[in-house]
């Protein structure tokens, strides 16, 4: 199942171009981001004192996936979309990992603003970042909006 806020996403494998099917495809499947003050609920609205948690997922199927070693590397960007936010540029990451990973972005570094977030997915045989392969994917979010805290009402 696509996440909620997935706006867009892909992931090419080492033979994507060869228009050769079921040999190894990739697929984004999810970037959730998720707010760990209320029970890791999905959201789109945070607030600028509380840290919040985004899930990169993704996938690779066909004949080939089980030869695929190595390591993942991820990084997760921001980018302000209401020219006030002052979130930009590489906001976490870490290497190497398998599949999926939870980002955990902590005060201070949320700040006030209107965001879209982008996860960048690269494979690397020896997991050194310097070192990749021709899998690359990424994965694109709804906009999200951190806030001052939130007052709310029933």
Known sequence: ?????LRSGSLQTTVTDTGVPKILDGQVTG??????????E?????EVDDEFDVVLSWELT????PVVGGYWIVS??????????LMTGLIAGTSP???QHKFTVSPPKP????????????????????QL?????YAESTPIMITKTVVETN
């Open 133 to 137: 392969t021709e899998m690359f994917g």
């Open 76 to 85: 997760l960007y921001s980018d302000d979309m209401d020219g006030q936010g």
């Open 111 to 130: 700040q006030v603003g209107l965001y879209q977030l982008t996860a960048v997915i690269n494979e690397s045989p020896t997991g050194n970042p310097n």
């Open 42 to 46: 999905q959201t789109s609205l945070l």
């Open 97 to 99: 990992l398998k599949f």
């Open 1 to 5: 199942m696509a996440s909620t806020q």
């Open 31 to 40: 970037l959730d981001v998720l707010d760990p003050t209320e029970n890791n």
């Open 62 to 65: 066909g004949n080939s996936t």
